[in-house]
């Protein structure tokens, strides 16, 4: 495995070109590589430290465990055993508090909370020491697909040719943008506050979602029992004001609107202010490019779903790739590429709706969409049946998982 700027040989492209150096796109490029298969990842790494954590469900643990890069980042991320959602709206229709447990479905947690920039850097790690994988440190500047491959333009004034690129370069991705991919895009009136806190109680593995009248406000655990990252959408001026609080202020305004559940509330870490939008793409294919992450799917950071989508894109994409190689089929080819298209169309729309229907709900006080909302919730807890169906799809989809999600732990 090299490192630095390389320019395969006319007539010797990489099988693929991810593009995007972000958690997604490394995990791509590591699933591909490891199966033997020629990869460039081409992309500069520059984690950013804005507070931001991520909540990894149980399929995209055995994911990253399948590549090598989950025992470094184990020891540093918090159990999520219990999920807890709270209506905070005022609603007439509001339901009691409703709590889901990983151990009714037979997992040990739902997933495992880790601060982003360490999953980032586990995964680079694995990366720099991967066979079969080049790390092209370079932006890239834009991809022209040819007949039998495809050429990745860098920043640099090089060039990466591969017959297969992979789009990982995020929601306002320029490789997208050159494909002419159609794109629906929007907004929302608000803006996330994220940071991780420090608490006088002890969380006790339990992750906890206030529905509010302007967005979920969501608490995390974090190692230790004393941690918690914080996820706070509510409207872009109170967004704008929470910002501006010094640490102490923020603290105890995060602690009034958790009702002081977890005591005393303490700034533990860099903070972030991250505008609300979504993005859905009519297709994650274009000729020799396939979509993965927020490249192909953005929305509100509600029910740890964002970065999972992102890992199954991930997962799925490199099955597609590897049942080509061993059929020695070109893997930029439009049947691979349709048959990914088809593998993530349903579960994609489907949490991007549900993830937009909830947050849309949320922002509404019609007394209908109120009653809907409480009912559902309502349903969930006290059917059985229900609840378990909901708790599994949530972790991961039980028809058309990828192999590397479905692996034993």
């Known amino acids: 495995m090299s490192e630095g700027t390389r320019v395969e040989e006319a007539g010797a492209p990489f099988a693929v070109a991810v593009v995007g150096a972000g958690a997604a796109g490394l995990a791509a490029a590591l699933a591909i590589a490891r199966d033997g298969i020629p990869t460039a990842l081409v992309g500069r790494h520059a984690p950013v430290a804005d507070g931001r954590t991520v909540a990894l469900l149980d399929g995209s643990v055995r994911f990253l465990e399948a590549l090598g890069a989950w025992e470094a980042v184990a020891p540093h991320a918090s159990p999520l055993c219990t999920l807890q959602i709270v209506d905070d709206t005022g609603s007439l229709f509001r339901p009691p508090p409703a709590q889901f447990r990983a151990a009714e479905i037979g997992l040990d947690a739902f997933g495992w909370n880790v601060e982003s920039a360490r999953l980032v850097e586990s995964l680079r790690a694995r990366a720099r020491a991967q066979d079969n994988l080049t790390l092209v440190e370079a932006d890239a500047a834009g991809a022209v697909p040819g007949e039998t491959a495809a050429r990745v333009a860098l920043a640099d004034g090089n060039a990466v040719e591969a017959r297969l690129v992979v789009g990982a370069d995020g929601a306002r991705s320029p490789l997208r943008a050159a494909s002419g991919v159609r794109v629906r895009d929007w907004t929302y009136p608000q803006s996330a506050i994220t940071t991780i806190l420090a608490h006088a109680r002890p969380h006790r593995d339990v992750s906890t979602e206030f529905h509010t009248r302007s967005g979920p406000f969501t608490l995390v655990p974090l190692p230790g029992g004393h941690r918690s990252s914080l996820v706070w959408v509510t409207g872009e001026g109170a967004a704008r004001r929470l910002a501006a609080l010094d640490d102490a202020a923020l603290g105890q305004a995060v602690e009034r609107q958790a009702r002081a559940m977890l005591g005393a509330m303490r700034v533990d870490g860099p903070r972030g202010l991250v505008p609300m939008r979504g993005l ?16 192909a799917h953005v929305f509100p950071p509600i029910g740890a779903q964002g970065l999972n989508l992102g890992l199954r894109d991930a997962a799925t994409l490199r099955d597609a790739v590897l049942a080509a190689a061993r059929d020695r089929r ?6 691979v590429l349709d048959g990914y298209a088809r593998a993530r169309r349903v579960d994609t729309a489907a949490r991007t709706a549900a993830v937009d229907l909830l947050n849309r709900s949320l922002l509404s006080d019609l007394l209908p969409v109120d009653a809907l909302r409480g009912l559902g919730l309502l349903a969930m807890t006290q059917l059985g049946p229900l609840r378990r169906l909901v708790m599994r799809e949530g972790v991961l989809p039980q028809i058309g998982a990828p192999e590397l999600m479905r692996a034993a732990r």
């Open 280 to 295: 859905a793409v009519a297709t994650p294919v274009a000729p020799r490019l396939a979509l993965i992450g927020e490249a």
């Open 330 to 335: 070109d893997p930029g080819s439009r049947a």
